[in-house]
């Protein structure tokens, strides 16, 4: 049974910083493409960052530069470390594979003020 755990969310004032954790079970991250999402309220879920099984990462235009992807193979976890975060980025981020989702966890609420 897979399941995917995301923690690290919180309140930051704009030009904070975040990290970001996904810890899989029942799934093997080093050996999928794996990528962060994010919904905001009333928007659709959009792919922001993914990582390669053999480690090269992609990114939005829109957090390129800001936003950090990286992978702990020995903890099976996914990372995402936020810099210089906008309000814009306030949103609910999950982790899955980059494509054939597996259960989407319940995510992590960040929430950045102005």
């Known amino acids: 049974q897979v399941q995917l755990v995301e923690s690290g969310g919180g309140l930051v004032q704009a030009g904070g910083s975040l990290r970001l954790s996904c810890a899989g079970s029942g799934i093997i991250f080093s050996i999928n493409v794996m990528g962060w999402y994010r919904q905001a309220p009333g928007k659709q879920r959009e792919l922001v960052a993914f990582i390669s099984s053999g480690g090269s990462t992609n990114y939005a235009d829109s957090v390129k530069g800001r936003f950090t992807i990286f992978r702990d193979n020995a903890k099976n976890t996914v990372y995402l470390q936020m810099n210089s975060l906008k309000p814009e980025d306030t949103a609910v981020y999950y982790c899955?594979?980059?494509?054939?989702?597996?259960?989407w966890g319940q995510g992590t609420q960040v929430t950045v003020s102005s």
């Open positions: 899955n594979k980059r494509q054939y989702w597996v259960p």
